[in-house]
């Protein structure tokens, strides 16, 4: 079957639009809901079968997400040194806490008086004001 047909028994009276809709599934990976139940019903797919696979993948995307997510990486810092242009750097190798990365950039923060942040974690980003102060302070449990 090819995409003309496909997009045919898809009920498209626009045949294009139909085959760009499919070829943009097997190229993105992604579907909306709408061409995912014309593609059911042109093939007479099993729709809980599908549905079950789908779950399937979504939590399996999920798991990796998550395991990626809480990896631990290298703390850096970010600098605004004006709107749209950002330096980023690596913390020197003596700063081992999360407090006192902190401590280090809000010093930076303070004496360049330019925003920054500090990422602890591919979770946790710490904004810092141009003077230095933490700007989600009321956190809890962050460092």
């Not at 993948?57 to 290298?74: G, I, M």
């Not at 850096?76 to 081992?96: A, G, H």
């Not at 990422?119 to 141009?130: A, P, Y």
């Amino acid at each position: 079957m090819n995409y003309a047909e496909l997009s045919r028994l898809m009920g498209y009276k626009n045949l294009n639009r139909g085959m760009r809709r499919i070829i943009n599934l097997e190229r993105e990976g992604r579907v909306y809901s709408e061409i995912l139940r014309k593609i059911i019903y042109a093939l007479k797919l099993n729709e809980d079968i599908i549905n079950e696979l789908i779950r399937k993948d979504r939590e399996a995307y999920e798991k990796e997400y998550e395991r990626w997510l809480n990896e631990p990486v290298k703390m850096t810092y970010t600098i605004r040194v004006m709107p749209t242009i950002f330096l980023s750097y690596d913390l020197p190798s003596n700063i081992t806490s999360k407090k006192e990365a902190v401590e280090y950039v809000s010093a930076i923060a303070n004496k360049k008086r330019k925003l920054c942040w500090l990422n602890l974690s591919r979770k946790i980003i710490v904004f810092i004001n141009e003077l230095g102060v933490d700007a989600l302070k009321n956190r809890k449990g962050i460092y």
